[in-house]
């Protein structure tokens, strides 16, 4: 992958405590202070901000990384959601937790769509800016501030654009919520500590059997799934993931 000189993407590697800008170490104070992010100016308020007072938009925050999983997806012929989930998994700029992963399972299952049902790179294209624009929207942490995690809302947001569902659709509107409602219980029986990459699986896995099974989509999978992240994972649960 090139790298480009913009100033958000060389701080990516930082980690998540860390200022995005500086690199020093954040500070949670206990009211919010509205602030401007130092890349596009929109004003927030925020209760976590370094030493020098540099604050970074989500939308900021996630550009160069969304812009990442948009090309790997758009790139991508085949037909196998766990290859190309883990092939953006492993770049190092993909971060072992995170909001990424809010655009991982929708996008990658539209690149799978998409390249299941013959349909052009440009319509291709243009539906997975869609699912970026969506993600956007789904804060940092919200698995455990909502009670529903992102890559869950993720799948709604993939079925949502392939049966182009708004809020009167009398047809599909069950089918979608019921996607994501499937893909939370899912994730629910495991219990936490959060590991967004027992979460991706989990919703790419529940994706494809639907597709499988509701669309007649004929979609391959490994044979067996061992998550190769476990070292990078602080707080993996080990032997209670069914991925370990
Ligand atoms: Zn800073
Ligand atoms: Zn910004």
């Given at each position: 992958?090139?790298?480009?000189?913009s100033p958000?993407?060389?701080?990516?590697?930082?980690?998540?405590?860390?200022?995005?800008?500086?690199?020093?170490?954040?500070i949670?104070?206990?009211?919010?202070?509205?602030?401007?992010c130092?890349?596009?100016?929109i004003?927030?308020?925020?209760?976590?901000?370094?030493?020098?007072?540099?604050?970074?938009?989500?939308?900021?925050?996630?550009?160069?990384?969304?812009?990442?999983i948009i090309?790997?997806?758009n790139?991508?012929?085949?037909?196998?959601?766990?290859?190309?989930?883990?092939?953006?998994?492993?770049l190092?700029?993909i971060?072992?937790?995170?909001?990424?992963h809010?655009?991982?399972?929708p996008?990658?299952?539209?690149a799978?769509w998409?390249?299941?049902?013959?349909?052009?790179?440009?319509?291709?294209s243009?539906?997975?800016?869609?699912a970026?624009?969506?993600a956007?929207?789904i804060?940092?942490?919200?698995?455990?501030?909502?009670?529903?995690?992102?890559?869950?809302?993720?799948?709604?947001?993939?079925?949502?654009l392939?049966l182009?569902?708004?809020?009167?659709?009398?047809e599909?509107?069950?089918?979608?919520?019921r996607?994501?409602?499937?893909?939370?219980?899912?994730?629910?029986?495991?219990?936490?500590p959060?590991?967004?990459?027992r979460?991706t699986?989990?919703?790419?896995l529940?994706?494809r059997?639907q597709?499988?099974?509701?669309?007649?989509?004929?979609?391959?999978i490994?044979?067996?799934?061992q998550?190769?992240?476990?070292?990078?994972?602080?707080e993996c649960?080990?032997?209670?993931?069914?991925?370990?």
């Open positions: 992958m090139k790298e480009t000189k958000t993407i060389s701080k990516y590697l930082f980690r998540h405590n860390q200022c995005l800008v500086c690199g020093q170490p954040l949670y104070k206990k009211t919010p202070t509205v602030v401007s130092y890349h596009c100016g004003q927030n308020k925020t209760q976590t901000l370094c030493q020098e007072g540099h604050y970074v938009c989500d939308e900021c925050a996630r550009r160069d990384v969304y812009e990442i090309s790997q997806c790139k991508y012929s085949g037909l196998n959601a766990i290859e190309l989930a883990e092939s953006i998994m492993d190092s700029k971060k072992i937790h995170g909001p990424e809010h655009l991982l399972v996008a990658v299952m539209l799978i998409c390249n299941a049902k013959n349909i052009s790179k440009e319509i291709k243009e539906l997975l800016n869609e970026r624009n969506r956007l929207k804060q940092d942490g919200i698995c455990a501030t909502h009670g529903a995690c992102g890559g869950s809302i993720g799948v709604g947001i993939f079925f949502s392939i182009q569902v708004n809020e009167l659709d009398k599909n509107y069950g089918y979608i919520n996607a994501t409602a499937n893909t939370l219980a899912n994730i629910a029986k495991y219990g936490g959060r590991c967004c990459k979460s699986y989990l919703a790419i529940q994706t059997n597709l499988v099974e509701d669309f007649g989509l004929n979609l391959p490994p044979n067996k799934i998550c190769q992240y476990v070292e990078k994972n602080l649960t080990k032997s209670e993931c069914l991925f370990y």
